[in-house]
């Protein structure tokens, strides 16, 4: 997981990216504050219960699939107090993600 910033609007792009078998036609410019190492951030499915963007916990994996999801500010909120100890500056974890 990361801390970042959107920096431009949300738009069509040019050609689709592929991260994985999932394929994306819209995107935004993204300035990323700080990152978790590899596979040692928050688990977002241990905090759904505490979410109010989740109405329904047994559905969350849906909702979260959408191209956007506003966050409520108290959820934003959560997330960051949830997920601020995970995080290094981007250079100290960026490492890990490079092999994928």
Not at 46 to 66: E, H, K, M, T, Y
Not at 70 to 91: F, G
Not at 93 to 98: E, I, K, M, N, T
Request: hydrophobic share 40%.
């Amino acid at each position: 997981m990361t801390r970042a910033k959107v920096t431009s609007p949300v738009r069509d792009l040019p050609e689709p990216i592929q991260f994985g078998e999932r394929s994306f036609t819209a995107g935004c410019d993204l300035h990323i504050e700080a990152l978790a190492p590899y596979r040692q951030g928050l688990v977002l499915r241990n905090l759904v219960s505490r979410l109010d963007v989740f109405p329904d916990p047994a559905a969350w994996g849906i909702r979260l699939r959408r191209a956007a999801l506003v966050l409520p500010p108290q959820d934003a909120q959560l997330i960051k107090r949830e997920l601020d100890p995970h995080l290094k500056p981007y250079d100290d974890a960026v490492d890990g993600y490079r092999t994928l």
